[in-house]
C-alpha cells in the first residue's frame, strides 16, 4: 500500500477517504479541504478527525461556555484559567492549587473497570501537566436504577477501576456522590476530580515556543488499546445497530503513572521543561498540535520514532491512539541529556520525537516521508463551531405543573415514621460505604474530611495546617424540571457544602453532563444550564476555573437527565478548626439555619414514596447562600460550633439522620411554630443548614446570626439513642442504622 504522502495527497485530490466512519460531517471534510488548499492524507484526516470530534472540540457547547469568560467574577485568586489542562488558584503563604473535573462516561458503560480507571489516570495528568503534585481525588457517579441487573455489571466494574487506579497511585479519594436513576440506564456518569497542589513559581503551561528546542515524547509505549479512545466514543449517541467500540477503550497501568509523576515532578524542579502536554484524548495529534499552536512556532515530528507496544499500528493509529501514561514535553537543547537521565532513574521510556521550528506549521514524517503539514491551530483550536437550534420542549410546561407538593402525605405519626424510614434506607439517600470503603481516604496523611462529610478537606502545609475543601454536586431531578435553577442549585449546593465544613468558597470547575445536541430540547437544557451557572457564579464570586462538557449521554431517544456536576473548591487557614458533619457530644442544641418553604419538587420524598418527577425545584437565593456561608466559616473559625451538615436531598431528616449516625448519638427534635412535621422533615428548600452548638456558644452564636439577618432557630438538642420527633415518633439509631447501612450491600450481592 503506497504511503499517503503530502505529495501525494497533492497529486490525488479525487481519492475517497473515510471521512464520515471518522466522525466527520461532509462540510467538515470540505472545510479541512479548504483549509489545506488540497484533500488532506490519512493522518491529517485522523488528527483533524479526532480534535474535531465533540469531546475535543466543543464544537457545539463553545457558544454557550463563552459566557463562563464574558460573566467571570473579579477574583484575585485565579491565577491561570479557562484554556489551560486546569485552573489554578492561590491559596495563600505562596501556595497555588489546581483543580478540574472531567468525564469519562461512554468508555466506563463499555468497559467499567478501565473506562473509570483511566479516567482517574486522565484527569491526574491534567493536573500533573499544571506543574503541581496531586494531592486528591473525587468522583461524582451515576447509575441507573438501583435494581436494574446492568448497574450490578457497571457500578461494581467502575468503583474496582476507580480504587484500583487511585489506591495503586497513593492518592486519597476524598469525595464525589453516588446516585441512581433510570435515566442513567444506558449511559451511566463516570466524572473524576483532582486537586493538586504547588507553589506559584512552579506553574507550567502547554507551549512549544524556542526554536531548535526538542519535543520529548515520555512514559508508556504507544498501543492500540485506546484508538479513538474517548475522542470518538464521546461524540455520538450509543446504539445497538453499530459495530462495537470494545477496543477504543484504553487500558491504565496506575504502576507506569505513579513513575511518571514523580518523573515528571523531579524535571520540574530542576527547571528542564519549557512547555508540557499530558496525552489524554485525542493522543499525539492533541498533544501536538496544542503545544505548537500555544507557541510562538512550528514543530517537525519524526513519527516513526515513537516507541511503539505494537509494530503494526499505522501513522494514522499513532496519531489517535489514546494509550495511557504519556506526556509530551519542550526542553532546551542543553537539559535534554539531564532529562533523559531523570526519566532513566524512574525507569520510564523518554525519546525526542521533533524539535520546535521557526515556521508556523505543524510538519509529520514517517520514515523520512511527510504525511501532515497543517496550521496547528487549524486543529487544535479552529474546528467547526455550531450554532445547534434549541427550543423549550412542549412537555416541559406539564412536567412544571404536575406539582409534587399535591402529592399525598403522611397521614398518621406512623405513616411519617414509615416514610423516614423508607427516605434513610433508599438507594440515593442509603449509605455509600460499600462504596467508599473500596477507596483509600487516608493515604499520605494529610485527610482530614473524606466521605460521607460535607466536603473533603486535606492539609497543604503542615506547619501552618493551610488546607484546602472540595465538594461537588448536581441533581439531574431538579434540572429536568429547571434547567436554569437547576445548575444554580448544584453550585449553591456545593458551596454550601464547602461552607458546612469551614472553608472559604473560592472557584469553581464543572462538568456538564448532556445528551444529544442534536436534539432542540436537550440543547435548550444545555444553554439554559450554562446560563444559570454563570450567572450564579458571577453573583457568588467563584469563578469557573475550566471544566468538561459530555455530550450524547444517550441511547436512541432516551436522553439522560440534564446533570451539571458542579465542583466547588475552598480554602481553610487552618485545618484543625473543620467542621464535620458529626453530633459527637450529648447536649449540643441543634439549630436549623435558612428558611425553610413546601418545596418539593424532584425531592428525594416524590421520588422514594411517589415515583414521582414535576413541579419546580426549589427557590435558588444566592445572597442568602453567601450569608449562610459566611455564618459557616465564621462559627467554625470562632469555635462557635461542634458540627454542620448541609440541607440538600431528603431535606432536614436525612441531615440529622446522618449526623446522629456519624457521631453515634441520638437527638430530641421539635417542630418549630408555623411548620408542620411533615414539611418540617421533608422539605428541600435550599439556603440552609443543621449545626450543633456548644451550650457555651449559644448566645454569642444567635447574636451573629441576629446581627446578619439570618433565620437562627432552635430546633431540638443531640441526646439518648434515638431520633425522637416530639410529639410525632421516635427512631432508634439501631434501626435507623440497619435500614441506612444494609441497601447497597443487599442490592449488590
Not at 167 to 189: H, K, R, S, T
Not at 374 to 401: F, I, K, S
Not at 513 to 525: C, I, L, R, Y
Not at 610 to 633: A, M, N, Q, S, W
Amino acid at each position: 500500500m503506497t504511503l499517503d504522502t503530502v505529495k501525494h495527497a497533492t497529486e490525488t485530490p479525487d481519492v475517497e477517504q473515510p471521512w464520515a466512519e471518522l466522525g466527520l460531517k461532509k462540510d467538515e471534510y470540505e472545510r479541512i479541504r479548504e483549509i489545506l488548499g488540497r484533500r488532506p492524507t490519512g493522518a491529517e484526516l485522523a488528527m483533524y478527525s479526532v480534535m474535531w470530534s465533540e469531546h475535543c472540540s466543543y464544537k457545539s457547547s463553545k457558544v454557550h461556555l463563552k459566557q463562563f469568560g464574558e460573566k467571570a467574577p473579579q477574583n484575585d485568586a485565579m491565577l491561570v484559567g479557562i484554556g489551560e489542562n486546569a485552573g489554578v488558584v492561590d491559596v495563600g503563604q505562596g501556595y497555588a492549587v489546581t483543580f478540574k473535573v472531567e468525564s469519562h462516561n461512554h468508555p466506563s458503560y463499555i468497559e467499567p473497570y478501565q473506562g473509570a480507571a483511566t479516567g482517574v489516570g486522565g484527569i491526574v495528568r491534567d493536573i500533573l501537566a499544571m506543574g503541581a503534585r496531586p494531592v486528591a481525588v473525587v468522583d461524582p457517579l451515576r447509575f441507573g436504577a438501583a435494581d436494574h441487573p446492568d448497574t450490578k455489571r457497571v457500578l461494581p466494574g467502575v468503583v474496582a477501576g476507580i480504587g484500583g487506579y487511585g489506591n495503586c497511585l497513593g492518592l486519597p479519594n476524598i469525595g464525589g456522590e453516588v446516585v441512581f436513576d433510570a435515566c442513567y440506564q444506558g449511559n451511566p456518569l463516570v466524572n473524576a476530580g483532582c486537586i493538586g497542589v504547588m507553589r506559584h513559581e512552579d506553574i507550567h503551561l502547554a507551549k512549544a515556543s524556542g526554536p531548535g528546542n526538542k519535543v520529548i515524547l515520555y512514559g508508556a509505549r504507544t498501543g492500540g488499546d485506546g484508538i479513538g479512545g474517548v475522542s470518538v466514543l464521546a461524540s455520538e449517541t450509543f446504539d445497538d445497530t453499530k459495530p462495537t467500540k470494545r477496543p477504543a477503550v484504553q487500558v491504565g497501568d496506575p504502576f507506569q503513572e505513579k513513575l511518571l509523576i514523580e518523573c515528571t515532578l523531579e524535571v520540574f524542579r530542576e527547571k528542564l521543561v519549557a512547555g508540557i502536554q499530558d496525552l489524554g484524548g485525542a493522543g499525539l495529534s492533541c498533544a501536538t498540535s496544542e503545544l505548537a499552536s500555544a507557541g510562538t512556532g512550528g514543530m517537525r515530528v519524526e513519527l516513526d520514532t515513537v516507541p511503539l507496544r505494537d509494530a503494526t499500528l499505522s501513522p494514522e493509529e499513532i496519531l489517535m491512539s489514546e494509550s495511557q501514561e504519556r506526556m509530551c514535553a519542550i526542553v532546551e537543547p542543553q537539559h535534554v541529556d539531564r532529562f533523559m537521565e531523570i526519566c532513566e532513574k524512574w525507569d520510564v521510556i523518554a525519546t525526542v520525537i521533533g524539535e520546535v521550528t521557526d515556521g508556523e506549521r505543524l510538519e509529520i514524517f514517517w520514515h523520512g516521508e511527510q504525511i501532515v503539514d497543517v496550521p496547528p491551530g487549524t486543529v487544535a483550536h479552529e474546528g467547526p463551531t455550531y450554532h445547534r437550534p434549541y427550543a423549550r420542549p412542549e412537555w416541559q410546561d406539564a412536567l412544571q405543573a404536575d406539582d409534587a407538593g399535591k402529592l399525598p402525605r403522611p397521614s398518621s405519626a406512623e405513616e411519617l415514621r414509615a416514610q423516614v424510614l423508607q427516605l434513610v434506607s433508599s438507594p440515593n439517600q442509603a449509605s455509600k460505604a460499600w462504596v467508599t470503603d473500596q477507596y483509600d481516604r487516608f493515604v499520605q496523611g494529610n485527610t482530614v474530611l473524606a466521605q460521607p462529610e460535607d466536603a473533603g478537606m486535606v492539609r497543604i502545609d503542615e506547619k501552618t495546617n493551610l488546607g484546602v475543601a472540595i465538594a461537588t454536586d448536581g441533581n439531574g431531578r431538579y434540572a429536568k424540571l429547571d434547567p436554569y435553577a437547576g445548575a444554580q442549585l448544584a453550585l449553591a449546593e456545593s458551596y454550601r457544602n464547602v461552607a458546612a465544613s469551614g472553608a472559604k468558597p473560592l472557584a469553581v470547575s464543572d462538568c456538564l453532563n448532556f445528551g444529544s445536541p442534536e436534539d432542540p430540547a436537550v440543547m435548550w437544557q444545555f444553554a439554559e444550564a450554562t446560563r444559570g451557572l454563570a450567572d450564579a457564579c458571577l453573583e457568588l464570586g467563584t469563578p469557573v476555573t475550566g471544566g468538561n462538557v459530555s455530550l450524547y449521554n444517550q441511547t436512541g431517544d432516551t436522553a439522560i437527565h440534564p446533570t451539571p456536576v458542579v465542583a466547588v473548591l475552598g480554602v481553610i487557614d487552618d485545618v484543625t478548626r473543620r467542621t464535620p458533619i458529626a453530633f459527637a457530644e450529648e447536649g449540643q442544641l441543634l439549630y436549623l439555619l435558612g428558611d425553610t418553604r413546601e418545596e418539593f419538587g424532584g425531592s428525594a420524598w416524590s421520588q422514594v414514596v411517589h415515583d414521582h418527577l414535576g413541579g419546580l425545584p426549589p427557590k435558588v437565593d444566592l445572597e442568602r447562600e453567601r450569608l449562610l456561608g459566611e455564618i459557616l466559616i465564621a462559627a467554625s473559625r470562632d469555635g462557635m460550633i461542634d458540627a454542620a451538615h448541609d440541607l440538600s436531598d431528603g431535606g432536614l431528616v436525612q441531615a440529622v439522620v446522618e449526623s446522629c449516625l456519624r457521631g453515634g448519638n441520638g437527638a430530641r427534635l421539635v417542630v418549630p411554630d408555623g411548620l408542620d412535621a411533615f414539611t418540617f422533615l421533608f422539605s428541600e428548600s435550599a439556603g440552609r443548614a443543621v449545626v450543633a452548638v456548644p451550650r457555651s456558644e449559644e448566645l454569642r452564636f444567635t447574636d451573629m446570626c441576629g446581627a446578619r439577618g439570618l433565620p437562627a432557630t432552635r430546633i431540638g438538642v443531640v441526646d439518648g439513642d434515638a431520633v425522637d420527633v416530639q410529639g410525632e415518633f421516635s427512631v432508634p439509631l439501631a434501626e435507623l442504622r440497619e435500614a441506612y447501612e444494609a441497601t447497597i450491600p443487599g442490592l449488590l450481592a
